[in-house]
Structures are given as structure tokens and as C-alpha cells.
């Protein structure tokens, strides 16, 4: 009698409002998830609607997604441009002329169940001034122009390389819609006009395209970007605005001339009133400055950027106006926000496209029929509210920690209170380097401990544990890593000889 109940009560269409990276990562995951049930998965998008092209940056659990999906690495590499991403070079944060690196993947190895970096930490009290990166096979990998390979096995420490993709985010889009409609995902163009609620409950009943077309579903997928064009348009969810602690509001961005070296890895410059990204691609280098409006204008910061180039410009640049925050209800009635419809922190460290594919792949845990349990929601809204929390965290920790004082904005940051969750963090590790990180959390020790020191939080105290071995064996020990990452460094392919190049 239940299984009646439950397949009486199945989500029988899903309609995906909106295209561009959201909609398709959405259409494609729905479409393997259902393949073969008959449900029926109806994608809107109008090409009159422009798609953000801020987020060709990602971070590497877009790699174990792809391959997921049944990507082709080496087919999804030439048909999106793309290059490999080993982490995130940050020159200029701590102050102006100081350069770090937040790499992906492990820096050293723990000694006797001690966490490594408490090693480097007694090391430097008794003199030593090795930079903490030396030890990390992914830093010296991009500073080498590596790549990842097949490794011989899970022993070969270049099995650890962890890496992640940039790429031209509208060819992604294309490359998914492809893999949707081949499984059955309907597309259908045209704006939409008018959204349609159901006057019994407040659900969403269906919307209205331009040229009079309706489309009705159970389900609704809102990825219509900043608009919220059904969650916040027609629902009411709410916004929680994130400005006290994220004051960038603006970016401006620009596509020039390529300069050949295809560096494995994105640059985060600071700037005066913010911060310059550098996205290497194959045909071309991605560049914006993300910047906060209360302290340098459209103009200024469009003129700066562009004399800052690399290369000569392939277009005009353009100017994006976001909030960082979070919808307050990702999940309300039968419609699911996702992408910049369901919220945005700025693209410091990456994370705008893996919380699209994060979103929904949590709603298959929480996945509703046509009975709408606020149950599911309830938990879909927790585990996702947490998920904005802690990375909007970590976004936080850059900003706070700067040294530099030279402008109004970082002076601004200095004196900015903090949400007490990072404060909580932020003592346990300025007190004895203790890292406070769940194991579903996005950001591993491994950053938090990268951009904490690389940004100059330095513990007043490190583990007792780490004093307990002989000082000259764990100075052996850590010379040993260093030559295995050197090592190793030198096996891996060139990053150019790896990509299988767009024009080949």
C-alpha cells in the first residue's frame, strides 16, 4: 500500500526556469538521475536574457562531478577551452609586495598523528624559514607549469594532485545542454511573462512565455539568476544580505589576448578597492576587478582594470552589480532555487558553480513528491544554509586578515566586526593552531591552515605533540618531504603537453 501511495504521488514534470551554467548543470543531473522513469524535464531560457560569465574558475569537486555525469576529461578539456587549476595564487593580500598560495591538495604529512603544519610551526620557533609551501606538491607543480597525470598508483604521492578546471563557462553551458537533450531534457525558448500561483496554497502552477505559451510542472527549478524570478519574484523567500562582512558589491570584466604561458593556476590580486582576478583559458585569459562601489566608481574601476591587462582586449568589458548573501528559503513550496538565484558570495575562491552543483546534488537526499513535505525542504534549507555559512566564512578570513592599511577599503576591513562563527575559528587557531573544521565542509584544514599563514595568523602556541620527537629527526623528516614533492614535481607532465588543444 505505501509503494501506491509514494508512485501515486511522484513528481511526474520538472520545469528548469532559466538556462546558462545553472540550468543545464540542473538539466543534466536530473536527466541521468531519471533517466529511464519517464519523468519529464522541460528547460526555459530565452537568449535574449544574457548569462553572468564571472564564474570560468572552479574548485576540484567539479572534477568527481564531471566524471559523475560520464564527462569525457579530455573531451570536456578541447570543447570548453579549458586549462587545469592546481590553486589560487594571492599576491598582495597580506600586504602589497607579499605573495601566497592557497594549493589544493595536502601540504606535507602528519607526523606520529600530529597535524603537520606543527611541525613547520616548531621548526620556525628553533629558526628555521622554510615557507610552508615547499611542502605542498601542488604549489611547486604550478610554479613548475605541471599538470595532473595517471599515476603508477595510490602510493605515488602524484596520485594526491588535486586539481580543478578553468574554462569558458558559456561553452559549458552548450557542452551540457548537448548531454541533456541527448536524455531527454525538452527545451523551449522564449522569455517568461508571468509566473502563475495556485490560490489555495501559494505553489508555483505554472508560467506564461511572451508569445503566450504556458508550461505547468510539479517541480520547479528557479535558475534565473539575481532575478529570483520565481523564488523572490513570485514567492517572497527573502534575502540575507552579507555586505557588513563581504563589502565588495561590483565587478567588471574582460576577456583579452592570451599570453601563451597557460599557468596552472588562477591569480587573486588585492587591489585598492578590492581585488583582480586572472583566468588563464586556452583561447584566451579570463580578467575582472571585483570591487566595493563606496570607494572607487564604475569608470575608475573599468579604467583601472583595463590598464592592467596582459593582452589586448577581445571585448568591452562589462560591469555586474551583485549583493553577497543568501536566499533565506532555497527551498519554498515546489520551487528550488539554484545559481545566483539562490544566493552568491563573491568570487574569491571560486565556489559560484560548485554551489550549483552542490544544490542539486543534495536534493536527491531530499528529493520531494507531490505532496511537498516541508520536511524535505526544512533539511534541503539547513544543509544548504550551512554550506553558504561556512564558505561565506572563508571568504571573511581573507579580508579580516589583510595587514594592509594603505586605503580606505582594507582599513575598513581591519575594523569590520566578523560573524561568531569565524571568530570562534579565529581564536582556536591564533591560540594553538588548531583548526575547527567539520568533515562536510568545503574548505579542508588544508586551506583554512594555507591562507591563515600565508596571510601571516600566526599561532602563539603549536601542538605539545610536536615536541615530543627528537628535533633533528623531524628536521630529517621534513627535508625528506620536501625532496619527494621536488621529486615528484618533476615526473608530471607539462600543463600545454597535457590539454588536448581546442584547434587541434
Known amino acids: 500500500m505505501l509503494g501506491g501511495n509514494m508512485t501515486d504521488n ?4 520538472i520545469a528548469v526556469i532559466g538556462g546558462g551554467t545553472a540550468g543545464w548543470i540542473a538539466a543534466a543531473t536530473l536527466a541521468k538521475v531519471f533517466r529511464g522513469s519517464g519523468m519529464v524535464i522541460t528547460l526555459v531560457e530565452s537568449n535574449e536574457v544574457g548569462t553572468i560569465g564571472v564564474g570560468e574558475s572552479t574548485i576540484p569537486p567539479i ?5 559523475w555525469l560520464g564527462i569525457d576529461e579530455a573531451q570536456f578539456l578541447k570543447e570548453t577551452n579549458a586549462t587545469i587549476k592546481l590553486g589560487i595564487a594571492f599576491p598582495d593580500w597580506r600586504h602589497i609586495g607579499h605573495d601566497y598560495f592557497h594549493p589544493f591538495g595536502p601540504i606535507g604529512a602528519p607526523l606520529d ?7 613547520w610551526l616548531r ?7 622554510t615557507d610552508l609551501t615547499e611542502y605542498s606538491l601542488n604549489t611547486i607543480a604550478a610554479r613548475m607549469g605541471r599538470s595532473p597525470q595517471p599515476a603508477g598508483g595510490p602510493n605515488n604521492p602524484a596520485a594526491r594532485l588535486a586539481y580543478a578546471y578553468h574554462f569558458d563557462a558559456s561553452l559549458y553551458a552548450t557542452f551540457l545542454r548537448r548531454r541533456a537533450e541527448a536524455d531527454g531534457v525538452k527545451r523551449m525558448e522564449g522569455k517568461i511573462v508571468d509566473v502563475r500561483l495556485r490560490g489555495e496554497d501559494g505553489f508555483v502552477d505554472g508560467v506564461t512565455l511572451a508569445d503566450g505559451r504556458e508550461l505547468d510542472a510539479d517541480f520547479f527549478i528557479d535558475c534565473t539568476g539575481f532575478r529570483g524570478l520565481l523564488i523572490e519574484g513570485a514567492l517572497k523567500a527573502g534575502y540575507e544580505d552579507w555586505r557588513q562582512w563581504l563589502p565588495c558589491d561590483r565587478a567588471v570584466a574582460v576577456a583579452c589576448e592570451g599570453d601563451g604561458k597557460l599557468q596552472p593556476f588562477t591569480r587573486a590580486t588585492a587591489r585598492e578597492a ?5 583566468i588563464p583559458l586556452q583561447h584566451r585569459t579570463g580578467n575582472g576587478y571585483v570591487y566595493c562601489s563606496r570607494h572607487i566608481s564604475d569608470d575608475a574601476a573599468t579604467a583601472d582594470l583595463m590598464s592592467r591587462l596582459e593582452g589586448r582586449a577581445v571585448a568591452e568589458p562589462r560591469v555586474l552589480n551583485f549583493t553577497s548573501g543568501r536566499r533565506r528559503k532555497f527551498f519554498y513550496k515546489n520551487c528550488l532555487a539554484l545559481g545566483l538565484a539562490g544566493g552568491f558570495i563573491e568570487p574569491l575562491e571560486s565556489t559560484s558553480i560548485h554551489m550549483i552543483q552542490s544544490g542539486v546534488s543534495r536534493l536527491m537526499g531530499c528529493f520531494p513528491d507531490r505532496r511537498f513535505d516541508p520536511r524535505d525542504a526544512d533539511e534541503y534549507n539547513r544543509l544548504t544554509a550551512m554550506e553558504y555559512e561556512q564558505t561565506r566564512d572563508f571568504i571573511v578570513l581573507h579580508y579580516k586578515l589583510t595587514s594592509r592599511r594603505d586605503t580606505a577599503l582594507w582599513r575598513e576591513c581591519e575594523a569590520m566586526a566578523i560573524p561568531d562563527s569565524l571568530a570562534y575559528k579565529w581564536e582556536q587557531f591564533r591560540a594553538a593552531g588548531r583548526v575547527v573544521v567539520t568533515n562536510d565542509e568545503l574548505f579542508t584544514p588544508q586551506s583554512w591552515i594555507a591562507v591563515a599563514l600565508g596571510q601571516g595568523l600566526m599561532p602563539q602556541r603549536y601542538d605539545a605533540l610536536a615536541d615530543l620527537p627528537d628535533s633533528r629527526n623531524v628536521r630529517d623528516q621534513l627535508a625528506n618531504l620536501r625532496q619527494l614533492v621536488n621529486r615528484t614535481s618533476q615526473t608530471l607532465m607539462s600543463h600545454r603537453d597535457f590539454l588536448p588543444r581546442s584547434g587541434s
Open 10 to 13: 511522484r513528481i511526474q514534470k
Open 63 to 67: 572534477v568527481s562531478f564531471n566524471r
Open 113 to 119: 598523528m600530529v597535524a603537520f603544519h606543527h611541525f
Open 123 to 129: 621548526l620556525r620557533r628553533e629558526g628555521d624559514t
Open 274 to 278: 578590492g581585488w583582480q582576478w586572472r
